[in-house]
């Protein structure tokens, strides 16, 4: 599956979907800027995968039928062999690229939103120190919170709502791992302690969010 998604139009459709609800293979072409037919084919394959479906309609016109997503979400998390993790690789970067792209729609079109959206925007990034034992719980804590408000389950939205997107990456920096010897971690709780709070390089660019730095 993960290699059948490792394509942009096809995430993007996907995206599209789950982001505003059934739409017709006109709608989701106009949306990713491909041809109606070159998305119908992305929406096959979609559905040939079980992550979309036609929608339940009065016409009998194919082309005018909705789809829909049979998903809330895509699970990019690790997992599987090596050629699971090339292919994970792939659908991450097309995903987030997806996503990045509608930040910079969101940055072109601030200027003309309501204060009261430009005022709740969450633009934060954070440098942070941590196991990875306390990474894997920050991303569940995050998930409950946004859990309850995801567009395709919510049933209980109130007037004035709008689809927002919450994109979440906790990732460990590459270049400043720091590995604790296995002895370390049960013989001596101050190896541990004195490896684990290590100080970050004087070189790391961080960029701290502080609480006016939100848009």
Known sequence: MLTALAVPS???ILSHLLAVG????????????????NCSWHLRELARLGLVERAEDDTRDGRRRPWRATITGIDLDA????????????????????T???FDDYLRHEA??????????????????????ELADVGRRIDAI?????RATRGDA???SSVASISVRGIVDPRFVVTVPDDAAH??????EAASSAPVPADLPITAARDGDRA
């Open 10 to 12: 096809r995430l993007a």
């Open 100 to 102: 990045d792209a509608r």
């Open 22 to 37: 059934a739409q017709t293979a006109t709608a989701c072409a106009e949306v990713v800027g491909i041809s109606a037919s």
């Open 79 to 98: 997992g599987g062999g090596p050629a699971d993790d090339l292919a994970r690789a792939a659908v991450r970067s097309a995903w987030f690229a997806d």
């Open 158 to 160: 109130p007037t004035g």
């Open 146 to 150: 946004v859990r309850p408000y995801i």
């Open 187 to 192: 013989t001596d709780g101050n190896s541990v």
């Open 112 to 133: 003309d939103l309501d204060a009261s959206w430009r005022e709740a925007a969450v633009i934060s990034d954070y440098a942070v120190l941590l196991t990875a034992e």
